[in-house]
């Protein structure tokens, strides 16, 4: 199973940071159980969002030729949940590289208020050895809201 935890980009800067959310829904399968009758957004799939970010970001900066795979958790501190009906803001930046691997800072947050901050280690790699490029710079369009759409969903 996969999850795609990047529901749009807001922002972005080749190389340094970039922005975008996430929705958490109640259809979601992973609030099945966690925790029955207190359905919570995992910490791991809130680090796991951004890391996804950060292969965007990684991606959209090199005109999809690589991606990231996340490596390494340094560190990660956990304010509070993401519950069903949040939107979850994410943002992460590059920090710098250290024994060949990309280093980041991100956060997630809800209406302000930070859910999980993570440092964390990913190795670039070349995206075609994983996913189509074409099928990623068209998934990043419709993210940025850049893909053609019909008048009547603008």
Do not use: Q
């Given at each position: 199973?996969?999850?795609?935890?990047v529901d749009r980009v807001t922002g972005w800067e080749?190389?340094?940071?970039?922005?975008?959310?996430?929705?958490?829904?109640?259809?979601?399968?992973?609030?099945e159980h966690h925790f029955p009758r207190f359905p919570v957004m995992p910490g791991s799939l809130l680090v796991e969002a951004l890391a996804q970010l950060a292969g965007w970001l990684e991606g959209a900066g090199t005109g999809f030729k690589?991606?990231?795979?996340?490596e390494r958790v340094r560190s990660v501190k956990y304010?509070?949940?993401a519950l069903p009906g949040d939107q979850v803001a994410l943002r992460v930046e590059a920090a710098g590289e250290e024994e060949g691997l990309r280093?980041?800072?991100g956060v997630a947050a809800v209406e302000g208020k930070r859910r999980a901050v993570a440092d964390?280690?990913?190795r670039a790699v070349a995206l075609a050895d994983y996913e189509d490029p074409e099928e990623q710079r068209a998934r990043f369009r419709?993210?940025?809201r850049e893909a053609p759409f019909p008048e009547a969903m603008q």
């Open positions: 199973m996969r999850y795609l935890l080749a190389g340094r940071f970039m922005e975008g959310v996430k929705n958490v829904t109640l259809s979601e399968d992973f609030l690589s991606w990231l795979l996340l304010y509070g949940f280093l980041f800072k964390f280690a990913a419709v993210l940025r």
